[in-house]
């Protein structure tokens, strides 16, 4: 009853996978917007995983890094989402067409 | 079922991780699911909430300490208080029907099938090697004494890189090897702290605020309303 590292690898390509499926299937904003996080996290997921494997924690540092990123675009994309309620009063991708000929 | 696992854990230190990890990645894999299925997104960012923990005790798991706090900090804290309060400022009513037709026909299958083969992919390439069981991680009292040659698929451990504690060996790398990464995701975050103040902020002077048509000296006129009740 051990766990080869393998798992947590397959465990973080089904959230990877899910987020995707996610950000295909769903068209309220603030949900694909969520499901980017979920990839965000499932790929931190893996990066630890590999440190552990390696034996060493520059995976951990790299994580940490996308945490930050993640942090930072958070912070202007749900500014952008606001923007876009105020201009559209609407959060569903597809009513966001102006560049539409 | 969960009975059992646990007295196979109390026999054998080894079986606790893999309790662990079926029982957390039961979790994580539904919470997912939920994220992507549940209609409405507060019940949605709930639902995130909870992966965002899953994760946290995996990072816990797998002896990266300290990305385990941060992650509950950071994301379980900081960045799901943003989503609920951005949900909330937009209105909780704007539920989606996640049957109304989409803009794309057989859009939904189309991802579906999409997400299969790409986990398909994904198992398959980076996964795949890391499957045996000579493969698994060693645990921190195996590590010391573990001296066999490593296959280039078998599992190192951090219990060498961690021997000075997690914390202080990511703060180690941090602010030496990385130090210039760091300083720039630290100019990072004050753009876009800065970016989020521009684009929410208002462009027309506040009048709505001010009411210019009543006459000055509000305080003046709560007096008048004071005396009239007495």
Redesign the interface.
């Known amino acids: 009853m051990v766990v080869p590292a393998g798992y947590y690898l397959l465990l973080a390509a089904a959230l990877f996978s899910i987020g995707v499926v996610g950000v295909l299937m769903r068209r309220n904003i603030i949900v694909m917007f969520m499901c980017i996080e979920l990839m965000l996290n499932s790929v931190n997921l893996t990066l630890v995983t590999f440190s552990r494997i390696n034996g060493n924690l520059e995976g951990q540092v790299l994580s940490f890094f996308v945490m930050v990123v993640a942090a930072a675009e958070v912070t202007v994309g749900l500014a952008l989402i606001v923007n876009l309620f105020r201009l559209k009063a609407s959060t569903d991708a597809d009513d966001v067409d102006s560049l539409r000929s | 079922m969960v009975g059992v696992l646990a007295q196979?854990a109390v026999n054998?230190p080894?079986?606790a991780?893999?309790f662990v990890?079926i029982v957390i990645?039961a979790i994580?894999?539904g919470s997912?699911?939920c994220?992507?299925v549940l209609r409405n997104?507060v019940h949605?960012?709930l639902m995130?909430v909870v992966?965002?923990f899953t994760?946290a005790v995996?990072?816990a798991v797998?002896?990266?300490q300290?990305?385990a706090t941060?992650?509950v900090i950071?994301?379980a804290g900081?960045?799901m208080v943003?989503?609920l309060f951005?949900?909330m400022?937009?209105g909780v009513d704007?539920e989606?029907d996640l049957r109304a037709n989409?803009?794309i026909p057989a859009?939904?299958p189309?991802?579906?099938v999409?997400?299969?083969v790409?986990?398909a992919a994904?198992?398959i390439s980076?996964?795949?090697?890391?499957?045996?069981?000579?493969?698994?991680?060693p645990s921190t009292e195996a590590a010391a004494a573990a001296t066999d040659a490593a296959a280039s698929t078998s599992?190192?451990?951090?219990a060498?890189?961690?021997e000075q504690g997690?914390t202080q060996?990511?703060g180690a790398?941090?602010f030496g090897e990385?130090v210039w990464?760091f300083e720039v995701?630290s100019v990072?975050?004050v753009?876009?702290?800065l970016?989020?103040m521009v684009?929410?902020r208002k462009d027309e002077p506040p009048e709505d605020l001010v009411d210019v048509h009543v006459e000055a000296d509000p305080i003046g006129a709560y007096r008048a309303d004071a005396s009239e009740e007495v």
């Open positions: 196979a054998e080894s079986n991780e893999f990890f990645g994580s894999l997912a699911l994220v992507v997104a949605g960012a995130l992966n965002f994760i995996f990072y797998m002896e990266a300290f990305l941060v992650q950071v994301y900081a960045i943003l989503f951005v949900i400022l937009l704007s989606q989409p803009a859009q939904r189309a991802a579906a999409l997400g299969l790409l986990f994904l198992a980076v996964a795949g090697p890391y499957l045996q069981r000579s493969s698994a991680c599992c190192v451990g951090l060498a890189a961690n997690n060996g990511v790398l941090l990385y990464p995701t990072l975050l753009i876009a702290a970016g989020a684009l929410g």
